[in-house]
């Protein structure tokens, strides 16, 4: 049973992982596609991890795989955010169909 | 004939899927569970995908994201290879990858940024 429960978990964490990389090919921007794929991590890898955690148990890989879960999910948000600063920074466009860019905005307002 | 691309590009992928997922290559099969191979076969068409936006990006941050999902992927494969084979020291090495990518991404977005690094 608990082995029909992480095999489901792996499996939502595969798809997730699919479709992120597919949209990382087909959108068209590069904020829409971090914004596509920083779903592989905390739903894609996680899920698999998560999975390995319920198939091993309290083990010692098991504890790993939670312990790989925590910094995951504390590291990969700053790292996106840190791509999409640099990105903006360097002067990469927004796609044409953008609507909106605060983050000009606010570079306007203070200077 | 925009179109038709996408129709032919769409028809590969899933004579891919369903090749690798149907008919395996016979060196795999000795693996323990014949689905999770199939989990193999489709985290690295995952990165198949990744490679194709390293290399036709059209901005060094287009690269710089496809990077960072590499890395995660991988610790993906990681975790899909400990399953099988039973040896715990597959997730170290999840783990080891994990820290290196996200230090790397942070030094590459630095440099996108145009500063030096003592900021």
Request: proline share 3%; charged share 15%.
């Amino acid at each position: 049973m608990v082995e029909i429960i992480s095999y489901i978990f792996i499996v939502v964490g595969l798809l997730f992982d699919l479709f992120g990389c597919l949209g990382l090919v087909r959108l068209p921007d590069v904020y829409n596609r971090l914004q596509a794929s920083t779903k592989c991590v905390t739903l894609g890898t996680c899920s698999i991890l998560f999975g390995l955690f319920l198939f091993r148990g309290f083990t010692a890989s098991g504890i790993k795989a939670l312990l790989c879960i925590v910094f995951l999910i504390l590291t990969a948000p700053v790292s996106a955010h840190a791509i999409a600063r640099g990105a903006h920074i360097s002067g990469v466009k927004l796609w044409d169909k953008s609507v909106c860019d605060r983050y000009e905005e606010d570079k306007e307002a203070k200077s | 004939m925009r179109r038709f691309r996408w129709v032919i590009g769409l028809l590969m992928i899933v004579a891919l899927i369903l090749g690798l997922i149907f008919y395996p290559p016979a060196s795999l099969l000795e693996w323990q569970s014949i689905s999770l191979m199939r989990f193999f076969f489709i985290l690295s068409l995952c990165s198949i995908f990744c490679l194709y936006r390293i290399l036709r990006g059209p901005t060094p941050a287009d690269r710089i994201v496809a990077i960072d999902i590499l890395g995660i992927l991988v610790v993906g494969f990681c975790a899909v290879l400990g399953i099988p084979t039973g040896r715990p020291w597959y997730i170290d090495i999840g783990i080891a990858w994990a820290l290196q990518s996200f230090i790397g991404t942070i030094a590459l977005a630095k440099y996108l940024e145009g500063k030096g690094f003592e900021e």
